[in-house]
């Protein structure tokens, strides 16, 4: 069995913190994990921090995008943090800009974000 | 492209079957662009290179071998990774190479961003196997 990423709900968020490298089915366990418990917590944002992580290739890249449109689905923003900059410009090269998905230099600016993007959102008609 | 391998004493193997082995091949890449002095965004490059090849090789050839090494040129110190499996080998490798094609589950990212982000890229294919094989410079 391999190892799962483990997702932590604080208040109506969800942190999710890619500690280890990842094997393909990590991905594919967390992206269920974290649709699942969207909705079993009655998550309004998910913030996925990335910073360990050394490389992110198109697998990954894909997840990331994927996640983001899903939990939108469900009703929650998805904020990435703490992507390095070597990463960010070998995804660029790569030719994976990531549209959809929003981002923040570190853990506090994407709650921040989110806690933005939340009473936005319930201001709306 | 040269052979890089014969007489390289510091060659490493990695048998690549599954996207654990992935994971595998992609630290002993990693290690021999540190060991090799390669600058981090050289080696960000180079290992997310050498994870889009492993993986391809695991997808699409049933796995294979990776053989890394580090090389030395008139660009100064090196990191050379081959991946070769026996797998159906690709049809139509101009089409394979085009961004945005996939024949799989892919992003169609995997051959033509893995050729963007290193240096040298040569492959050949046949109904026997896909041999892909890949250098990043420190330059």
Avoid: C
Wanted: hydrophobic share 45%; proline share 3%.
């Amino acid at each position: 069995m391999t190892d799962r990423v483990p997702v932590l709900k604080i208040g109506e968020i969800l942190l999710v913190s890619i500690q280890i490298d990842l094997e393909d089915e990590m991905v594919l366990d967390l992206q269920e994990d974290l649709s699942q418990k969207i909705v079993s917590a009655g998550a309004k944002g998910v913030v996925i921090d990335i910073s360990a992580l050394e490389i992110v290739d198109s697998f990954v890249g894909r997840m990331l995008a994927t996640i983001a449109s899903i939990s939108r689905m469900l009703g929650a923003e998805t904020v990435v943090v703490g992507m390095r900059p070597a990463v960010a410009m070998t995804l660029v090269e790569l030719g994976l800009s990531l549209q959809g998905v929003r981002t923040a230099l570190n853990l506090e600016r994407g709650l921040k974000l989110l806690r933005r993007l939340s009473t936005a959102h319930s201001a709306r008609p | 492209m040269k052979d890089y391998l014969t007489g390289n004493a510091t060659v490493e193997s990695v048998p690549v079957a599954s996207s654990k082995d992935v994971v595998q091949a992609r630290q002993v890449v990693r290690n021999l662009a540190q060991r090799g002095g390669l600058s981090l965004v050289h080696q960000t490059k180079l290992v997310t290179a050498a994870s889009e090849l492993a993986r391809n090789m695991v997808v699409y050839g049933g796995g294979g071998v990776v053989r890394a090494a580090e090389v030395n040129g008139p660009q100064g110190v090196g990191v050379f990774v081959e991946f070769r499996d026996d797998g159906p080998g690709i049809r139509d490798v101009e089409q394979a190479l085009t961004d945005g094609w996939s024949s799989g589950r892919g992003m169609g990212l995997g051959l033509s961003g893995a050729q963007r982000l290193v240096n040298e890229f040569d492959i050949q294919t046949g109904p026997d196997g896909t041999t892909v094989t890949i250098v990043k410079w420190n330059r």
